[in-house]
């Protein structure tokens, strides 16, 4: 069967993405160093153990397995500690994208679909965030993605990369089989601390500013389920082989929620009460960031089923109550 490359295999996305791959008749081959994912979520293919900054594991395991595409999932991902060390985030996601795309091109493959993130647009409010926007990020997350997006530009025009980039808004969910799903240790994420707190596993949620100008005070995002995320994915794997060049697609849905609506939300998904607490704000959050974009449904034939917001929790809260907890 054909294979994939998923780099972040083990981690949250890229585990769905593998499930995604192999229900459409690809082998997803896992390449994670495991810093942050977890072995037991490769479940899916074969799973390869290395780090994107060693040069020649990556040639050795392109050579093995000659994959036709890159999912390029690996990636350190919090925007918070962004702020605190960017040495490490231009260390670990540039270069090692640097050292992927090198060995891919060396190899022959020449098709790479990339993680990307609206943290790419930065702080720019009441603007529609589209795939023309200007790109001014705010934090060296969101800095360090665009540097990726500047390489892969930079890669078709000298070795013929191409690429299908996509622009992630806020991803939640998990897999409604709850054979995967998210666990980050530790857990940075709005929607699996807000379900630790309303099961008592931390003592509140605290909400991170409350001054925003927005109605109510609170950051607005946009949230995608990550089964519709991933299948964007798999269209995009089809794109490559159907089309010249490469592209860009927003994966939102083009609705905003703030904090305080999504805590409401899983107030009545759960049927329990969600301790918060109201503190200062995070350094690096944008005020709001909403898709203003259709083009993934117009142009690849993206169809999202899942990404309303009472269905995100519920699998999420599914997945909380049953997933692998144990790690
Ligand atoms: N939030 C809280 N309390 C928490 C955690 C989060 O109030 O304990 C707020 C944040 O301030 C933000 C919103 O909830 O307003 C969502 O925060 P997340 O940490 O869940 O997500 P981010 O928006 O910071 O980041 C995510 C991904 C990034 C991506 C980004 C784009 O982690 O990879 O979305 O917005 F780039």
């Not at 229900?23 to 081959?29: E, F, H, L, W």
Request: proline share 4%; hydrophobic share 40%.
């Amino acid at each position: 069967m054909t294979k994939i490359l998923v780099t972040g295999g083990a981690g949250y996305i890229g585990s769905h993405a593998c499930k995604a791959l192999a229900a459409a008749g690809y082998t997803p081959v896992t390449f994670d160093n495991l810093c942050t994912g977890w072995q037991d979520a490769v479940q899916f293919g074969p799973f390869e153990q290395g780090d994107l900054l060693d040069r020649p594991r990556l040639d050795e395991v392109f050579k093995k397995h000659q994959p036709v595409a890159v999912m390029h999932f690996a990636a350190l991902s919090q925007v918070g500690e962004s702020m605190i060390d960017p040495g490490k985030y231009w260390r670990n996601n540039v270069s090692g994208s640097l050292n992927l795309i090198e060995a891919a091109a060396a190899a022959g493959c020449l098709n790479i679909v990339f993680s990307s993130t609206c943290a790419t647009y930065g702080d720019q409010d009441n603007v529609v965030l589209d795939e023309n926007s200007a790109q001014y990020p705010v934090n060296s997350y969101g800095a360090s993605k665009r540097a990726i997006e500047d390489i892969l530009e930079n890669f078709e025009a000298s070795h013929g990369v191409k690429s299908v980039i996509f622009r992630y808004f806020n991803v939640a969910g998990a897999d409604p089989d709850a054979q995967v799903g998210e666990f980050h240790q530790p857990e940075t994420h709005l929607i699996p601390l807000m379900l630790d707190a309303i099961d008592g596993k931390r003592a509140a949620l605290t909400i991170f500013g409350t001054d925003y100008d927005t109605p109510d005070g609170t950051c607005i995002r946009d949230y995608v389920h990550v089964c519709d995320l991933v299948d964007a994915h798999v269209l995009g794997i089809k794109w490559l082989e159907d089309n010249k060049g490469s592209r860009v697609f927003n994966l939102g849905t083009g609705n905003g929620f703030s904090v305080r609506e999504v805590v409401d939300n899983s107030r009545s998904v759960t049927n329990r009460d969600v301790p918060i607490v109201e503190g200062e704000r995070r350094p690096g959050d944008c005020t709001r960031l909403v898709s203003g974009s259709s083009r993934a449904v117009t142009e690849l034939g993206w169809a999202p089923t899942r990404s309303d917001m009472a269905t995100m929790i519920a699998d999420a809260w599914r997945w909380h109550q049953n997933g692998h907890f144990d790690r």
